[in-house]
């Protein structure tokens, strides 16, 4: 079944550093979305990307879906206390009835020390 | 809007027991998703539902059951319990858009079987 891998599994950083998890999938994608959990809460959604290539930005979130659509990674420039908590991607495969089914990756815990 | 709502929020079994995780949401969405969540984990997929009286089985299954008798409400029942089970169950909506639709996450139910 598809696969969807999600490195790192950790990621500590100091307020203002710079932060990217990356996501691969086993399989090609017809799209992929990103959430967002804080600790103790719930995931929320972020974005979705669908072409090929494609780049969108959110504040100072940079979210890039692979030319070959197996990739995606997400960029968090100068990071804040506020950006802690599980990123996940989630993919749904190309092809076929998924009846909008995502497969989820292990998500990347990130600490922001101030 | 309430969006998805979810009960209990926390709740102990004991091994052999059963329950019902309660979920309902008022978007009118016809997609509906049963997770579970297990510390350092991704979400796994247990349940589907496309629509009222359409179920699926997910990637882990085994040991639960689902009914989606109205749009409204698509509630998830646990056989004899067992600490296997032990886990952060969340329960997700979305809109039937080809499966390029986010999904909505309730608070979730945090369940410990001893």
């Known amino acids: 079944g598809q696969q969807v891998m999600q490195i790192p599994q950790y990621q500590h950083v100091q307020e203002g550093e710079d932060f990217t998890t990356y996501c691969n999938s086993s399989t090609t994608l017809s799209n992929i979305q990103w959430y967002k959990q804080r600790p103790g809460g719930h995931p929320v959604f972020l974005i979705q990307l669908v072409k090929s290539g494609e780049v969108k930005k959110q504040k100072r979130l940079t979210f890039q879906f692979g030319e070959a659509k197996k990739n995606s990674s997400l960029h968090i420039t100068a990071t804040q206390t506020t950006d802690v908590g599980t990123y996940f991607c989630?993919?749904?495969?190309?092809?076929?009835?998924?009846?909008?089914?995502?497969?989820f990756g292990q998500g990347t815990i990130l600490t922001v020390h101030p | 809007n309430a969006g998805v709502t979810q009960t209990p929020k926390f709740r102990i079994l004991k091994i052999g027991q059963s329950m019902t995780l309660q979920c309902a949401q008022d978007?009118?969405?016809?997609?509906m998703y049963w997770y579970r969540q297990d510390p350092g984990m991704g979400l796994k997929l247990i349940y589907y539902?496309?629509?009222?009286?359409?179920?699926d089985k997910g990637e882990v299954p085994n040991g639960y059951n689902v009914s989606r008798s109205t749009t409204e409400d698509f509630p998830l029942r646990l056989e004899l319990a067992a600490p296997s089970q032990t886990s952060v169950y969340f329960c997700?909506?979305?809109?039937?858009?080809?499966?390029?639709?986010?999904?909505?996450f309730g608070p979730g139910t945090r369940l410990t079987v001893l």
């Open positions: 997700a909506s979305s809109y039937s858009n080809n499966g390029y639709n986010e999904q909505f």
């Open positions: 539902s496309v629509g009222a009286g359409i179920t």
């Open positions: 989630a993919g749904r495969g190309a092809g076929g009835t998924s009846y909008g089914k995502l497969t």
């Open positions: 978007m009118n969405h016809n997609y």
